[in-house]
Protein backbone atom coordinates (compact mmCIF):
# COMPACT_ATOMS: atom_id res chain seq x y z
CA UNK A 1 0.00 0.00 0.00
CA UNK A 2 1.56 3.17 -0.84
CA UNK A 3 -0.45 5.23 1.10
CA UNK A 4 -1.02 8.73 0.15
CA UNK A 5 1.06 10.44 -2.40
CA UNK A 6 1.50 13.96 -3.10
CA UNK A 7 3.31 15.04 -6.15
CA UNK A 8 5.96 17.45 -6.61
CA UNK A 9 7.84 17.67 -3.07
CA UNK A 10 8.91 21.27 -3.70
CA UNK A 11 8.20 23.76 -5.76
CA UNK A 12 9.13 27.19 -6.75
CA UNK A 13 6.84 29.89 -8.41
CA UNK A 14 6.40 33.87 -8.83
CA UNK A 15 4.08 35.96 -7.18
CA UNK A 16 1.04 36.22 -9.59
CA UNK A 17 1.82 32.62 -11.24
CA UNK A 18 -0.54 29.53 -11.21
CA UNK A 19 -0.03 26.17 -9.11
CA UNK A 20 -1.50 23.06 -9.41
CA UNK A 21 -0.31 20.25 -6.60
CA UNK A 22 -1.53 16.78 -6.67
CA UNK A 23 -2.82 14.34 -4.44
CA UNK A 24 -3.48 10.31 -4.52
CA UNK A 25 -5.42 9.08 -1.86
CA UNK A 26 -4.70 5.74 0.22
CA UNK A 27 -6.18 2.77 -1.58
CA UNK A 28 -9.75 2.18 -0.58
CA UNK A 29 -9.79 5.94 0.73
CA UNK A 30 -12.89 8.29 -1.27
CA UNK A 31 -12.07 11.34 0.53
CA UNK A 32 -10.04 13.75 0.28
CA UNK A 33 -8.82 17.03 2.53
CA UNK A 34 -6.39 19.89 2.06
CA UNK A 35 -4.31 21.67 4.86
CA UNK A 36 -2.12 24.70 4.46
CA UNK A 37 1.06 24.84 7.42
CA UNK A 38 2.70 27.66 7.28
CA UNK A 39 5.67 27.81 9.03
CA UNK A 40 5.74 27.13 13.23
CA UNK A 41 2.38 26.95 12.74
CA UNK A 42 -0.34 23.96 13.18
CA UNK A 43 -2.01 22.50 9.20
CA UNK A 44 -4.85 24.92 8.44
CA UNK A 45 -7.92 23.38 6.79
CA UNK A 46 -8.51 24.43 3.05
CA UNK A 47 -11.02 22.05 1.59
CA UNK A 48 -12.67 18.51 1.66
CA UNK A 49 -13.68 16.62 -1.27
CA UNK A 50 -15.91 13.77 -1.84
CA UNK A 51 -17.86 12.13 -4.07
CA UNK A 52 -16.40 14.64 -6.75
CA UNK A 53 -17.72 17.60 -4.90
CA UNK A 54 -16.30 20.40 -2.67
CA UNK A 55 -17.89 19.19 0.98
CA UNK A 56 -16.55 21.51 3.05
CA UNK A 57 -14.30 24.59 3.10
CA UNK A 58 -11.92 26.54 5.47
CA UNK A 59 -11.42 29.65 5.42
CA UNK A 60 -9.54 30.70 2.46
CA UNK A 61 -10.25 32.85 -0.50
CA UNK A 62 -11.41 31.60 -3.65
CA UNK A 63 -7.84 31.64 -4.97
CA UNK A 64 -8.13 28.45 -3.54
CA UNK A 65 -9.96 26.01 -5.36
CA UNK A 66 -9.73 22.32 -5.82
CA UNK A 67 -10.97 19.02 -8.24
CA UNK A 68 -11.59 15.45 -7.06
CA UNK A 69 -11.65 13.07 -9.91
CA UNK A 70 -13.36 9.41 -10.81
CA UNK A 71 -10.51 7.53 -9.36
CA UNK A 72 -10.67 9.56 -6.20
CA UNK A 73 -7.28 11.34 -6.55
CA UNK A 74 -7.20 15.29 -6.29
CA UNK A 75 -5.77 18.26 -7.72
CA UNK A 76 -5.44 22.06 -5.15
CA UNK A 77 -4.80 24.80 -7.36
CA UNK A 78 -3.72 28.50 -6.46
CA UNK A 79 -4.30 31.48 -8.74
CA UNK A 80 -2.27 35.13 -8.14
CA UNK A 81 0.25 33.12 -5.91
CA UNK A 82 1.03 35.76 -2.97
CA UNK A 83 3.97 35.68 -1.04
CA UNK A 84 2.48 34.71 2.15
CA UNK A 85 1.34 31.34 0.42
CA UNK A 86 4.36 29.96 0.58
CA UNK A 87 3.94 26.78 2.77
CA UNK A 88 3.53 23.22 3.06
CA UNK A 89 0.40 21.92 1.66
CA UNK A 90 -0.77 18.75 3.12
CA UNK A 91 -2.99 16.17 2.11
CA UNK A 92 -4.95 13.73 3.74
CA UNK A 93 -7.24 11.02 2.82
CA UNK A 94 -9.94 9.19 4.56
CA UNK A 95 -13.41 7.22 4.31
CA UNK A 96 -16.69 8.59 4.72
CA UNK A 97 -18.33 5.54 6.26
CA UNK A 98 -22.35 5.89 7.56
CA UNK A 99 -21.89 9.42 7.09
CA UNK A 100 -18.63 9.59 10.37
CA UNK A 101 -15.44 10.48 10.07
CA UNK A 102 -12.83 7.82 10.22
CA UNK A 103 -9.30 8.31 10.59
CA UNK A 104 -7.23 10.61 8.42
CA UNK A 105 -4.17 9.36 6.72
CA UNK A 106 -1.57 12.44 5.64
CA UNK A 107 0.89 12.54 2.64
CA UNK A 108 4.53 14.25 3.03
CA UNK A 109 3.38 17.23 1.55
CA UNK A 110 4.44 19.62 -1.17
CA UNK A 111 6.89 22.62 -0.12
CA UNK A 112 6.03 25.39 -2.00
CA UNK A 113 7.82 28.38 -1.86
CA UNK A 114 6.76 31.73 -3.93
CA UNK A 115 9.46 34.44 -5.02
CA UNK B 1 -17.03 25.58 16.57
CA UNK B 2 -13.65 23.59 18.15
CA UNK B 3 -10.47 24.86 18.74
CA UNK B 4 -7.61 23.43 20.18
CA UNK B 5 -4.59 24.68 23.26
CA UNK B 6 -1.69 23.48 23.38
CA UNK B 7 0.06 24.87 26.19
CA UNK B 8 3.60 24.27 25.48
CA UNK B 9 5.13 25.35 22.25
CA UNK B 10 8.50 23.97 23.62
CA UNK B 11 9.77 20.71 25.96
CA UNK B 12 12.49 20.02 26.50
CA UNK B 13 13.91 16.80 28.34
CA UNK B 14 16.69 14.77 28.68
CA UNK B 15 16.72 10.74 27.51
CA UNK B 16 15.24 8.22 29.11
CA UNK B 17 13.19 11.11 31.48
CA UNK B 18 9.57 10.77 31.12
CA UNK B 19 7.18 13.75 29.26
CA UNK B 20 3.95 15.01 29.19
CA UNK B 21 2.80 17.28 26.37
CA UNK B 22 -0.45 19.32 26.88
CA UNK B 23 -3.62 19.35 24.96
CA UNK B 24 -6.98 21.14 25.53
CA UNK B 25 -10.12 21.79 23.29
CA UNK B 26 -13.08 23.19 22.77
CA UNK B 27 -16.04 22.24 21.92
CA UNK B 28 -19.89 22.22 22.34
CA UNK B 29 -20.78 18.44 20.69
CA UNK B 30 -18.80 15.18 20.92
CA UNK B 31 -15.71 15.05 19.07
CA UNK B 32 -12.65 12.89 17.98
CA UNK B 33 -9.04 13.52 19.44
CA UNK B 34 -5.78 13.07 18.09
CA UNK B 35 -2.08 13.21 18.38
CA UNK B 36 -0.04 13.52 15.19
CA UNK B 37 3.70 13.50 14.83
CA UNK B 38 5.52 15.50 12.22
CA UNK B 39 9.12 14.71 11.90
CA UNK B 40 11.14 17.75 9.69
CA UNK B 41 10.38 18.38 6.41
CA UNK B 42 7.70 14.97 6.48
CA UNK B 43 3.85 14.77 6.85
CA UNK B 44 2.02 13.95 9.99
CA UNK B 45 1.96 10.14 11.38
CA UNK B 46 -1.11 9.66 13.43
CA UNK B 47 0.46 8.55 17.34
CA UNK B 48 -2.73 7.97 18.88
CA UNK B 49 -6.85 8.38 18.77
CA UNK B 50 -9.44 8.63 20.97
CA UNK B 51 -12.82 8.03 19.24
CA UNK B 52 -14.90 6.45 22.28
CA UNK B 53 -14.90 3.65 25.16
CA UNK B 54 -11.97 3.79 27.65
CA UNK B 55 -10.36 7.33 28.19
CA UNK B 56 -6.58 5.77 28.63
CA UNK B 57 -5.61 5.63 24.96
CA UNK B 58 -2.46 3.70 23.79
CA UNK B 59 -0.37 4.79 20.46
CA UNK B 60 2.67 3.87 18.69
CA UNK B 61 6.34 4.34 19.93
CA UNK B 62 5.34 3.88 23.40
CA UNK B 63 3.05 6.96 23.55
CA UNK B 64 -0.30 7.33 25.67
CA UNK B 65 -2.85 9.88 26.15
CA UNK B 66 -5.67 10.28 28.71
CA UNK B 67 -9.10 11.77 27.80
CA UNK B 68 -10.28 13.71 30.35
CA UNK B 69 -13.72 15.38 29.93
CA UNK B 70 -14.37 17.12 32.39
CA UNK B 71 -10.98 18.90 32.18
CA UNK B 72 -11.80 18.91 28.24
CA UNK B 73 -7.89 17.69 28.07
CA UNK B 74 -6.50 15.36 25.87
CA UNK B 75 -2.46 15.30 27.55
CA UNK B 76 0.42 12.54 25.49
CA UNK B 77 2.42 11.37 28.05
CA UNK B 78 5.71 9.18 27.63
CA UNK B 79 7.28 7.26 30.16
CA UNK B 80 10.68 7.54 29.02
CA UNK B 81 11.82 9.09 25.87
CA UNK B 82 14.59 8.12 22.95
CA UNK B 83 16.57 10.69 20.85
CA UNK B 84 14.73 9.66 18.00
CA UNK B 85 11.30 11.29 19.69
CA UNK B 86 12.48 14.68 18.70
CA UNK B 87 9.97 16.25 16.49
CA UNK B 88 6.78 18.28 16.23
CA UNK B 89 3.82 17.28 17.97
CA UNK B 90 0.20 18.07 17.17
CA UNK B 91 -2.70 17.91 19.13
CA UNK B 92 -6.17 17.94 17.00
CA UNK B 93 -9.99 17.23 17.10
CA UNK B 94 -13.19 17.07 14.87
CA UNK B 95 -16.42 16.44 15.38
CA UNK B 96 -17.70 12.74 14.40
CA UNK B 97 -19.58 13.47 11.61
CA UNK B 98 -18.31 13.18 8.29
CA UNK B 99 -16.92 15.97 6.25
CA UNK B 100 -15.85 17.51 9.37
CA UNK B 101 -12.04 19.24 9.31
CA UNK B 102 -9.44 18.90 11.62
CA UNK B 103 -8.46 21.45 13.99
CA UNK B 104 -5.21 21.72 14.69
CA UNK B 105 -3.21 22.86 17.86
CA UNK B 106 0.27 25.28 16.98
CA UNK B 107 2.38 22.42 17.98
CA UNK B 108 4.28 21.49 20.59
CA UNK B 109 8.51 21.14 20.07
CA UNK B 110 9.77 18.23 22.15
CA UNK B 111 13.71 17.90 22.37
CA UNK B 112 14.86 14.85 23.54
CA UNK B 113 18.90 15.19 24.86
CA UNK B 114 21.73 12.85 25.98
Known amino acids: DAGVTQSPTHLIKTRGQQVTLRCSPKSGHDTVSWYQQALGQGPQFIFQ???????QRGNFPDRFSGHQFPNYSSELNVNALLLGDSALYLC??????????????FGQGTRLTVV | AQSVTQLDSQVPVFEEAPVELRCNYSSSVSVYLFWYVQYPNQGLQLLLK??????LVKGINGFEAEFNKSQTSFHLRKPSVHISDTAEYFCAVTRAQAGTALIFGKGTTLSVSS
Open chain 1, 92 to 105: ASSLTQWRMNTEAF
Open chain 1, 49 to 55: YYEEEER
Open chain 2, 50 to 55: YLSGST
